[in-house]
């Protein structure tokens, strides 16, 4: 993850004792788990890899149940066809009053890969997400209280929105 999306999820940062879900959250290159060091961290992630807890597609994945405190969406959004799947995903999964924390590839970014964030590999999905799909997207799947904030450089969209009571 590149220094100004983690500079957005540390933002959020805590020392409190919380529960997080990191959807899509294989370290590629860099995970904002050591922003919450009191958390259970939970990672679920379509490929497997050493600090994956769940393996599964998580525009398809079902909580069965389990809830978390703070979902996060980092650097996921522009490699899955089905994002706005994965954000009714972690609406799911959130306790009310959770909180989703996003950052995503604007217009703009160049395309890089979500196997290892370098050059695309063949057949392999990327698209930049419009801010204004973005925010559509956490109305559907039920959130509130939504910021969407749009950097240039480089292009990011991210944005934190809240399970309602």
């Not at 500079?7 to 959020?12: E, H, I, P």
């Not at 999905?125 to 997207?137: Q, S, T």
């Not at 950097?151 to 009571?165: E, G, N």
């Amino acid at each position: 993850m590149h220094a100004e999306a983690m500079g957005w999820v540390a933002r959020f940062a805590t020392d409190d004792p919380i529960s997080i879900l990191d959807l899509g959250g294989r370290d590629v290159n860099g995970s904002p788990r050591r922003l919450f060091p009191a958390a259970t961290y939970t990672v679920l992630d379509a490929l497997p890899a050493i600090d994956v807890d769940i393996i599964a597609d998580a525009a398809m994945w079902n909580p069965d149940g389990r809830r978390w405190d703070l979902a996060l969406m980092c650097e996921v959004c522009e490699h899955a066809p089905d994002w706005p799947a994965i954000i009714a995903t972690a609406f799911k999964a959130l306790w009310p009053s959770g909180r989703l924390i996003v950052t995503t590839a604007a217009p703009g970014r160049p395309p890089h890969s979500g196997i290892d964030g370098g050059p695309l590999r063949f057949g392999e999905y990327y698209a930049n997400v419009d801010p204004a799909a973005l925010r559509e997207a956490l109305e559907q799947a039920g959130f509130t209280d939504i910021t969407v904030d749009v950097q240039p450089s480089p292009a990011d969209v991210r944005a934190v929105a809240t399970k309602p009571t």
